[in-house]
Structures are given as structure tokens and as C-alpha cells.
């Protein structure tokens, strides 16, 4: 089992810049691929990155946003740049038991999920 608690979302003007954490507790964190995913109010939940041996972007964000991961934390981070209003959206950390899934962009790939953090980007 893996509980993961999300921080660092907020209110921030478009271009500017916010930084998510994604603290995990329980089993051996370097185990798991982490991601992100974001889901804005009347759309369903999509796939933002992924760390696992590599890093994976969706086609929205890369270039802006940088995941990364502290295994001595048991932290992961998005570092999300150049911000746009459509990047307004509750962001959440899921954890997979397996580094090697094809489909990292598909939610049911994960196991763990955290509780979400409201990220605003006004205009």
C-alpha cells in the first residue's frame, strides 16, 4: 500500500510558474513509476507525465513542465512553467507497480492515487 499527499498547487497568472510535490509513504517509493494527471472541472482525468526509467509528456504540457523524482524523499515533483489558463485543473500523483506499462498514459495503469491540488491559472 501507498498513501501520496500532493502540495504546492495555488493561484498563479498565466506565464508564471508553480512547482507540485507529491510526498509517498508505505512501501518502497524507487519501486513504482510516479505521475501526474489533471482533470479540470466537467472533463475527465488526463495523463500529464511520468517518471519512470524515462520521462513522458503529454503533447500539452512538454516543453513547460518538468517531472522529476527525489528517491531519498520518497518525493515526486512537477515543475510546470509558462503557465496558460488551460492548465487550470485539479492535479493528482498516481503511483504504478509496474516501471514497465505500456499504457502510462491510461489511469486504470495505476494503482495509488492521492487526494489532488487545485492549480488556478488566471488571465
Known amino acids: 500500500q501507498v498513501q501520496l499527499v500532493e502540495s504546492g498547487g495555488g493561484l498563479v497568472q498565466a506565464g508564471g510558474s508553480l512547482r507540485l510535490s507529491c510526498a509517498a509513504s508505505g512501501r518502497t517509493f524507487s519501486n513504482y513509476a510516479m505521475a501526474w494527471f489533471r482533470q479540470a472541472p466537467g472533463k475527465e482525468r488526463e495523463f500529464v507525465a511520468r517518471?519512470?526509467?524515462?520521462?513522458y509528456y503529454a503533447d500539452s504540457v512538454r516543453g513547460r513542465f518538468s517531472i522529476s523524482r527525489d528517491n531519498a524523499q520518497n518525493t515526486v515533483y512537477l515543475q510546470m512553467n509558462s503557465l496558460k489558463v488551460e492548465d487550470t485543473a485539479v492535479y493528482y500523483c498516481?503511483?504504478?507497480?509496474?516501471?514497465?506499462?505500456?499504457?502510462?498514459?491510461?489511469?486504470?495503469?495505476?494503482?495509488?492515487w492521492g487526494q489532488g491540488t487545485q492549480v488556478t491559472v488566471s488571465s
Open positions: 498516481a503511483a504504478d507497480e509496474n516501471k514497465y506499462s505500456i499504457y502510462y498514459y491510461d489511469t486504470r495503469t495505476y494503482e495509488y
Open positions: 517518471i519512470s526509467w524515462s520521462a
